[in-house]
């Protein structure tokens, strides 16, 4: 049986990321970009944290590049 793993809190993906709260609910809303992968669950916002690895990661490559985060 497959188990899946426990969704993050926003504060929580704020902690990793080094912003605010307020930071990852406007990126993971689309109305900023980088966009943060989200589900959302009625009026919650809820992250896998494999997605939040691949964002983190994404964004990683594309300063190391010089490449602007979209």
């Known amino acids: 049986m497959n188990q899946v ?7 929580e993906v704020a902690r990793q990321l080094g912003v605010s709260v307020t930071w990852v609910l406007q990126h993971a809303s689309g109305f900023r ?4 992968p989200s ?3 009625g009026g919650a916002v809820r ?3 494999e997605d939040i690895t691949v ?3 994404h964004c990683r490559r594309c300063m190391a590049n ?4 979209v």
């Open 33 to 36: 970009k980088p966009q943060v």
């Open 39 to 41: 589900i959302k669950l």
């Open 66 to 69: 010089g490449i602007p985060i």
């Open 5 to 11: 793993a426990p969704l993050l809190t926003a504060r």
């Open 47 to 49: 992250f896998r944290q």
């Open 55 to 57: 964002f983190i990661e």
